[in-house]
């Protein structure tokens, strides 16, 4: 059993003005009840502003000092490239991701911290009862299911935003939009030791989740096609969208023969949706492959 002694917290901003002042309060008690225990513990928070419009830089601008670090960027780049970012500039070895809005809570890291210094990888706090909204709930519990499923695992919160691990993996990860969600999928990939911790969650009580429904669509999407490249069957993928649009291609080319009026328009349509499906999911492949790379 290893004491940890130095932590690199890495928080993206966007949005939260009214959660950050709490947040940084519970921070500063979280690492005084370190700094009392060890005599040489060190520690920096690094705040990723992503493009916040709310006056959130000012507030964390005023936060800044020699622990203190501030990233700013000037437009919303979304968490998991926030999240990158910070990682890329964590000094210390053990690194801890949260989010700012309020719902992860300083305090229920000790659990955490105590179980990676049982010598896990990677120890991820699983929100025991979710404080959120229904529909969050219910597809964040479906999309759960289907990664267990897909990739054979008894993780129960693959989506957990707090997290604790060792800056040489963080370093490695390459995340494109979304791809936060895959960071304890990516440890497994790549034979890390892994925990979850049942953690208290708090609802959100300032500002807005930036959550949407529009999300669910790409975010299975990301699944399935990382799934795919995991499985090196991303040309199998390829090959089928391609099959695909050469199916559509040739309904459309019969249904003009045989004069099918308003079909015609639909099977255009579908051709055209199946194109532009098909560049979007390449250039996607294309950057899972430079992360297969570097992890798998
Ligand atoms: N966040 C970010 N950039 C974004 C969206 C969110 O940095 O484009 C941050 C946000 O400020 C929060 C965390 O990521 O600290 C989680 O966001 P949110 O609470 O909206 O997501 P949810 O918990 O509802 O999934
Ligand atoms: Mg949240």
Do not use: C, W
Request: proline letters at 2%; charged letters at 25%; a positive charge.
């Amino acid at each position: 059993m290893s004491k940890i002694s130095n932590l690199s917290f890495v928080i993206p901003v966007y949005n939260e003005k009214d959660n950050i002042i709490d947040l940084h309060k519970d921070l500063l008690a979280l690492v005084s009840y370190y700094d009392q225990q060890l005599s040489d513990f060190k520690y920096e928070i690094i705040y990723i502003n992503d493009g916040s419009t709310d006056g959130s830089l000012e507030i964390l601008q005023n936060l800044v000092g020699n622990e203190v670090k501030l990233v700013n960027f000037t437009n919303n780049r979304g968490k998991s490239y926030a999240l990158q970012k910070g990682f890329s500039l964590a000094q210390y070895e053990t690194v801890i991701m949260m989010d700012s809005d309020g719902q992860d809570i300083p305090n229920e890291l000790k659990k955490l911290i105590a179980e990676k210094e049982n010598d896990f990888d990677l120890v991820s706090g699983y929100k025991k009862k979710r404080k959120d909204s229904i529909i969050k709930v219910i597809t964040s519990r479906m999309s759960n299911a289907f990664m267990s499923l897909l990739f054979k695992t008894d993780i129960k919160d693959f989506n957990s935003g707090l997290k604790v691990l060792d800056r040489s993996f963080a370093q490695t990860l390459i995340l494109p939009e979304g791809f936060h969600r895959f960071i304890a999928f990516f440890a497994l990939n790549a034979g890390l030791t892994y925990k979850e911790v049942a953690v208290e969650h708090r609802p959100r009580i300032h500002g807005k989740s930036k959550y949407s429904y529009f999300k669910i669509f790409p975010s299975s999407l990301d699944m399935l096609l990382l799934f795919f490249t995991i499985k090196r069957y991303d040309l199998l993928a390829i090959a089928l969208l391609f099959v695909n649009s050469v199916l559509a291609f040739l309904a459309l080319i019969l249904s003009r023969l045989a004069n099918f009026g308003v079909l015609n328009i639909y099977l255009g349509f579908m051709v055209l949706l199946n194109a532009v499906i098909s560049a979007a999911l390449f250039k996607k492949i294309r950057e899972y492959k430079n992360f297969a790379k570097s992890v798998i």
